[in-house]
């Protein structure tokens, strides 16, 4: 399969190439940073590996089953890092809801967010030890290996735009129709999607910078407002019965409540701009503008 013209006046796969291995670059930076502290290297680390999933997730038709269990070994090495992403959760929540009415001194507040900053360290000294970072080290010495090895040069655009159409599908698909009755467990499932698709979106930013980039954006604000509900959701378990924060669960449920509330209609009205569009209508879009660049490139070729 001949590799479309795109990024650079390289082909599209070569450009899809490059990205991979600046993922990677980015996570091995991540790893390795004496700069960094547990937590920040924690952060950085399940970032780059988010975007690397997703472009993992771009290859699984072309590439087929490696890219699909390189994807899953991803996944799994970064849920092993999970334990702190609670406390942490937690943490932004408080941190959301102190910018409204918690009925909570000051100190209380204070109090609280000193323990699930202990537990939120405890977590990260306990999940990035040796062992990990050196599965983690190896797994980006596959990702290198396989970056040589796989025909990515080959991928032509319209194979991406398929897979990009396939994560907006699966994305719209888990919108709900009720936005104040969804389950947590269903919004988290979508935020999931929504990030894989912003990352995705994101790789073919330098192609139409300000039409993807916008999208992207706007995927974001989506995916931050479910990220919102998630933490709330954490901090709810955080304060249940015999939990770290059960002293506060009285005067802490009331605002968690309205809080979500809040996030919900606002992530309705998002989910309802970015997934406005069908699938279908999504991929002849997308196809467009790729023709269009194509035919701009052209023209200018001619012209010289």
Do not use: Y
Not at 27 to 50: C, I, N, Q, T
Not at 228 to 239: G, H, I, P, Y
Request: with cysteine.
């Amino acid at each position: 399969m001949a590799g479309a013209k795109g990024h650079g006046g390289a082909g599209f796969g070569e450009h899809l190439a490059a990205t991979g291995r600046s993922i990677v670059a980015d996570a091995r930076h991540a790893l390795a940073d004496p700069a960094l502290g547990d937590a920040a290297r924690v952060h950085e680390l399940r970032k780059a590996f988010k975007r690397w999933r997703a472009w993992l997730r771009l290859l699984s038709g072309p590439i087929g089953a490696p890219a699909e269990e390189m994807r899953l070994a991803a996944r799994t090495l970064m849920r092993s890092l999970s334990g702190a992403r609670d406390a942490q959760g937690a943490l932004d929540a408080i941190d959301d809801l102190a910018h409204g009415d918690t009925g909570l001194s000051a100190r209380s507040l204070a109090t609280i967010r000193a323990r699930l900053v202990a537990l939120r360290d405890a977590a990260e000294s306990a999940s990035l030890t040796p062992q990990t970072r050196a599965a983690i080290a190896g797994h980006l010495d596959e990702a290198d290996r396989a970056l040589d090895a796989w025909p990515i040069a080959d991928i032509g655009f319209a194979t991406v735009a398929d897979a990009l159409t396939a994560t907006f599908r699966r994305a719209r698909q888990l919108a709900p129709k009720d936005w104040q009755a969804v389950e947590p467990v269903q919004l988290h499932a979508l935020r999931r999607r929504v990030v894989e698709h912003r990352h995705q979106m994101e790789l073919i930013e330098p192609l139409w910078p300000r039409v993807t980039k916008a999208w992207a954006e706007e995927a974001q604000r989506l995916r931050n407002r479910l990220g919102a509900c998630q933490d709330l959701s954490v901090l709810t378990a955080f304060v249940a019965p015999h939990q770290p924060l059960a002293a506060w669960r009285v005067r802490l449920t009331p605002p968690i409540a309205a809080r979500r509330k809040a996030h919900l209609k606002s992530a309705a009205r998002l989910a309802g701009r970015l997934f406005a569009e069908k699938p279908k209508a999504f991929r002849a879009r997308i196809g467009a503008l790729w023709s269009a660049r194509k035919r701009g490139k052209a023209t200018k070729k001619k012209a010289a």
